[in-house]
């Protein structure tokens, strides 16, 4: 059973600083790693896909990498919609997610 | 534009059931792998069940096997998932979810708005 751990649960951050959210699975995992931002109220928005493509329409400052066990979602300077919590999901697991709050 | 509108949610006792619907437009419904994934209060998401384009396959998350049916009506564009001997811990906002057509299609590109189940007494 593939077990996502997503790191730190919480970011606190400023408007223009960098953010780095990891993920991390307990076995290696195939490159489909997926990203996603929710908003309170929100469904969910998928961002990246197979570990660093970004989804139609989302900014280039949200990038992603990694492969094996660790994965990485980097927003290069956060604006002040990205603070949210995020989600990595890998086929039919889902991370427990990672909040960035201001 | 593409959508995927969620209905059927409500307030239900222990052992009871309830069917939801996914409403997709905006798309060829029937080129697409569906999913339902759930998110209890204040928790984070969970895959339920998913269903190949013409639901030939199905495939469900272990706790739901059994009590709970994926299934897919490609001439009304829609989705269901019906929710049978449902417990306290099924109560969440359900949402209905494409499969990406991208790369390895293994992603979740559109989603529904969700619609809330409350499983209590």
């Known amino acids: 059973e593939v077990v996502l751990t997503q790191s730190p649960a919480t970011l606190s951050l400023s408007p223009g600083e960098r953010a780095t959210l990891s993920c991390t699975a307990r076995?290696?995992?195939?490159?489909?790693l997926a990203w996603y931002q929710q908003k309170p109220g929100q469904a969910p928005r998928l961002l990246i896909y197979?570990?660093?493509k970004r989804a139609t329409g989302i900014p280039a400052r949200f990038s992603g990498s990694g492969s094996g066990t660790d994965f990485t979602l980097t927003i290069s300077s956060l604006e002040p919609e990205d603070f949210a919590v995020y989600y990595c999901?890998?086929?039919?697991?889902f991370g427990g997610g990672t909040k960035v709050e201001i | 534009e593409v959508q995927l509108v969620e209905s059927g949610g409500g307030l239900v006792q222990p052992g009871e059931s309830l069917r939801l619907s996914c409403a997709a437009s905006?798309?060829?419904?029937?080129?697409?792998?569906m999913a339902w994934v759930r998110q209890a209060p204040g928790k984070g998401l969970e895959w339920v069940a998913n269903i190949r384009q013409d639901g030939s396959n199905k495939y469900y998350m272990d706790s739901v096997e059994g009590p709970f049916t994926i299934s897919r009506d490609n001439a009304k564009n829609s989705l269901y998932l019906q929710m049978n001997s449902l417990r306290a811990e099924d109560t969440a906002v359900y949402y209905c979810?494409?499969?990406?057509?991208?790369?390895?299609?293994?992603?979740?590109?559109?989603w529904g708005q969700g619609t809330m189940v409350t499983v209590s007494s």
């Open positions: 999901q890998q086929r039919k697991t």
């Open positions: 197979d570990t660093s």
């Open positions: 979810a494409r499969v990406s057509p991208e790369g390895l299609k293994e992603a979740y590109d559109i």
């Open positions: 905006g798309f060829t419904f029937s080129s697409f792998w």
């Open positions: 076995q290696s995992v195939c490159s489909c």
